[in-house]
């Protein structure tokens, strides 16, 4: 927070640098290669949890994560203590400021361009989108999927479903909600940073799709 400049691009996430260091210490006698494992309940954001590469086991390697670490991908706040105390858009330790869904600190929306509405056909926007909602009119048999131009699938795709979750493409956090008397959802705060194409998919064919840069 007192960093006045960005980390740069190839920087090791802090989260990541602090599994790491158990790398060169051996776990029940065996080495490992640790990065960092964030699907924990949210009271358990701010304890140290790491899975082994390559292995499907997580072990809590802390129960506090060093102060300054992020509490997640997805929420403004940092670990203090081991507790997550939030951090307002204008950066300050416990202030309530907050972006509008456009991106600007404290704003009112007013310099947002909206696009909404029932798309069956290819839908394009400008720009790095931003507080992105694609929701399910209502439960169908249909599933949500995401993918680039080059038809690299982010979510959803290659004869597989994705659980529900968080996922990470595009350059922001992507929340996916399903659940089975629910409609599907889609949300993300943005922006994004590369062209995504949109599909309703059915039982792994493409009905119809919608661009958004």
């Known amino acids: 927070l007192c960093n006045t400049r960005p980390c740069p691009f190839n920087a090791l996430d802090f989260r990541a640098q602090q599994c790491a260091e ?6 029940r006698g065996w080495y490992y290669k640790w990065k960092p494992y964030t699907k924990v309940d949210e009271e358990d954001i701010c304890k140290l949890y790491c899975i082994a590469e390559d292995f499907d086991f997580f072990f809590a390697m802390s129960s506090k994560v060093k102060d ?12 203090i203590d081991g507790v997550c105390e939030a951090v307002g858009c204008d950066r300050i330790l416990g ?3 907050s972006m509008d869904v456009c991106g600007v600190c404290k704003g009112d929306n007013s310099t947002c361009k909206f696009f909404k509405g029932q798309y069956t056909l290819q839908h394009q926007a400008n720009g790095g989108a931003r507080s992105i909602h694609v929701q399910e009119m209502e439960v169908s048999t249909s599933y949500l999927a995401v993918r680039s131009l080059k038809k690299k699938y982010y979510l959803t795709g290659d004869w597989t479903v ?10 922001t ?6 659940s089975f ?31 958004l840069l």
Do not use: I, M
């Open 22 to 27: 158990y790398n060169s210490k051996p776990f």
């Open 68 to 79: 300054g670490t992020s509490c997640s991908d997805n929420k403004e706040g940092v670990c």
């Open 95 to 97: 202030s309530k400021a």
């Open 162 to 171: 994705d659980w529900p979750g968080r996922f990470y493409f595009g350059g």
């Open 173 to 178: 956090v992507f929340d996916y909600q399903r």
């Open 181 to 211: 008397n629910k409609p599907e959802s889609l949300y993300a705060s943005g922006p994004t940073n590369e062209t995504l194409v949109f599909e309703v998919s059915h039982h792994f064919h493409s009905d119809r799709t919608s661009e």
